[in-house]
């Protein structure tokens, strides 16, 4: 099995990053070696920095209490 295409192609279903991650490092850990396991590692931490530098484009525009509210997953609602 191609491990990263596999990767690739559960992103591409719409799973983040980690779903991603999640499901191929359980094949990896079934058939696949350490090695494997490096590679994927090293394209979910490119996906995931990727990721990051979206949601910091699109908060430039945000204050830090904001974004850190964001970043949580809290809304200021939540805390009125």
């Known amino acids: ?14 799973k983040n990053e980690y779903e991603s991650f999640g499901i ?3 094949y990896i ?3 696949g070696n350490f090695k494997d396991l490096e590679k994927l590692f090293d394209l979910h931490i490119d996906d995931f920095t990727g990721e990051m530098e979206k949601c910091i484009d699109g908060d430039s525009n945000l204050t830090s209490y904001e974004r850190d509210m964001k970043l949580s997953g809290h809304k200021e609602s939540d805390f009125e």
């Open 1 to 14: 099995m191609n491990y990263i295409e596999k990767y690739k192609q559960e992103r591409s279903k719409g």
């Open 24 to 26: 191929v490092a359980t």
């Open 29 to 31: 850990a079934i058939k």
